[in-house]
């Protein structure tokens, strides 16, 4: 019976996306402290505007992520997700952080601190759950804000296509999360081999390979990624209206971000129950 928003720190989306419309969450106030305009349905970070409208040159990376945490392709197969129906329970608000910048025409994070900004905006302002399948966050201020919201907020983070051991100490800095999503080194016993747990509202996803075995590129280590999805040729939304394949955790997050919605919408719980669920 629930609503859930769902905040997409990525791309952007195709705001036109037929699949997509009618899950995209019109904001219904401008909230305070942000910039969101009143019946924005995202905000892009880098050019300070409230539209999320995806860049080309991302090759539908946002826009994929939005299409499996609604489950579109899913319920191409599942139709009773659209039976319950699904659009009525959970509503995305797409938060820009990567896009073409600069005069040369780079493209991705131009500055590392609009991830941290997102999630500073959005935690306060009824996202109870994020999905985040980059990198860079690495802010630790940030940390202590993530903490607060401990049982109010929610955050799915894709663990990175790096192949590493994120257990050792010397992978500390990958994937962005130095500090900020996990517990202190300080507090943990480094004759363990543990460098830092996630905290207790953080959740970091490997990628499984078509046989149900990790991807070989994909981040691991038992004591920092706890959960694992499907990571390999996943359908989901692309530019045009159409449907594409890609790989990685990306998308791995995203498949477990749809699930912990799905919950959250069932039941009023803190997100370290969540979390436990999942």
Excluded at 17 to 24: T, V, W
Excluded at 179 to 208: K, Q, S
Excluded at 218 to 247: K, M
Aim: glycine share 10%; net charge negative.
């Amino acid at each position: 019976t629930g609503l859930v928003h769902v905040g997409i720190v990525d791309a952007g989306v195709d705001t036109l996306h037929p699949a997509l419309k009618s899950f995209l969450w019109e904001i219904p106030i401008a909230f305070p402290n942000t910039r969101w305009d009143k019946g924005s349905v995202g905000f892009d970070y880098l050019k300070r505007i409230s539209d999320p409208t995806e860049d080309a040159m991302l090759k539908s990376h946002g826009t994929h992520i939005t299409g499996l945490i609604t489950a579109r392709a899913l319920s191409l197969w599942h139709t009773q997700l659209d039976g319950i129906p699904l659009k009525d329970h959970i509503n995305v608000y797409s938060l820009k952080v990567a896009g073409v910048y600069g005069r040369s025409g780079e493209y991705g994070i131009p500055d590392f601190s609009m991830p941290s900004q997102a999630l500073d905006d959005g935690m306060p302002n009824r996202i109870g759950l994020f999905n985040l399948s980059l990198k860079g966050v690495t802010f630790r201020m940030l940390r202590k804000e993530i903490i607060a919201y401990s049982r109010q907020v929610l955050i799915i983070h894709a663990a990175g296509n790096d192949g590493l051991d994120l257990n050792l100490k010397e992978n500390l800095d990958c994937v962005g999360c130095n500090g900020t999503f996990r517990n202190g080194i300080e507090n943990v016993p480094l004759d363990l081999g543990r460098v830092g747990t996630p905290l207790d509202n953080v959740l970091f996803v490997a990628a499984l390979d078509q046989s149900g075995g990790l991807r070989t590129d994909s981040n691991r280590g038992d004591d920092v990624v706890e959960i694992a999805a499907p990571g390999s040729d996943i359908c989901s939304t692309v530019h045009g209206g159409h449907f594409g394949v890609l790989s990685g955790t990306s998308q791995a997050a995203p498949i477990v971000t749809s699930t912990a919605a799905i919950i959250l919408a069932e039941h009023d719980a803190f997100p370290s129950e969540i979390k436990e669920r999942l």
